[in-house]
């Protein structure tokens, strides 16, 4: 998820493929941002989205750019301050409180972008209701990831789904409880299985 937008969008950790979105944009993805950016929402972003976003979106032109510089900002950091983009309230600490806090008001959905650290947070504290997915036909190999260690293991519905001209699967997700188990195969374990997970328990305590 790391630096979709260009080469020098987010080169941290020696980042090489910045701009990787490009290529696979089509007016299908447009329309979709155009949907769910078209409605009344409230930002929740990590230190760095916020700094790449009041970099560029204040100085931008068009229905997006307007959406985004109207809505609220509410940026986690300990270390941003005076903040410049219009509407733009820091949480300095206690953000799983605070997001909690503001899920519960009254007001327009909340949406974050980017802020890979900040997700990290919510999804260790089940504070995410809702995913809208963009996967692209790519591996990048390194850079930040959306599910890193600490993800909280949670089941989702799947509300709706497209695919654009370019391969891009866009899907939306709604939290869904706990994650089920099962056996694919119900039956008796032969003898080699039973051996096999005793095997397995084994090492798993040799390490």
């Known amino acids: 998820m790391q630096a979709p937008g260009g080469p020098d969008e987010d080169p941290t950790g020696g980042f090489r493929y910045g701009g990787w979105v490009a290529p696979h944009w089509d007016d299908s993805l447009g329309q979709v941002m155009d949907e769910q950016m078209g409605r009344p929402f409230d930002l929740l972003l990590g230190r760095r989205t916020y700094e790449i976003f009041a970099s560029y979106w204040p100085y931008a032109e068009g229905p997006l750019a307007d959406s985004l510089n109207a809505a609220k900002k ?57 995913f809208r997915l963009k996967i692209f036909p790519l591996t990048l190999g390194k850079g930040k990831r959306l599910f890193a260690d600490g993800t909280m293991p949670a089941s989702f519905s799947l509300l709706k789904s497209q695919t654009s001209t370019t391969g891009v699967i866009v899907a939306t997700y709604e939290r869904a409880g706990g994650v089920r188990t099962e056996s694919i195969d119900p039956g008796k374990p032969s003898e080699a299985e039973v051996q096999r997970r005793k095997k397995w328990t084994r090492e798993e305590k040799n390490q």
């Open 74 to 130: 509410y940026v986690a950091s300990r270390t941003l301050e005076n903040p410049s983009w219009n509407e733009t309230v820091v949480i300095p600490k206690d953000v799983p409180k605070r997001v909690k806090d503001l899920k519960e008001k009254d007001g327009p959905e909340i949406q974050v972008h980017g802020s890979g650290n900040l997700i990290q947070t919510l999804l260790k504290n089940d504070l995410v209701d809702e």
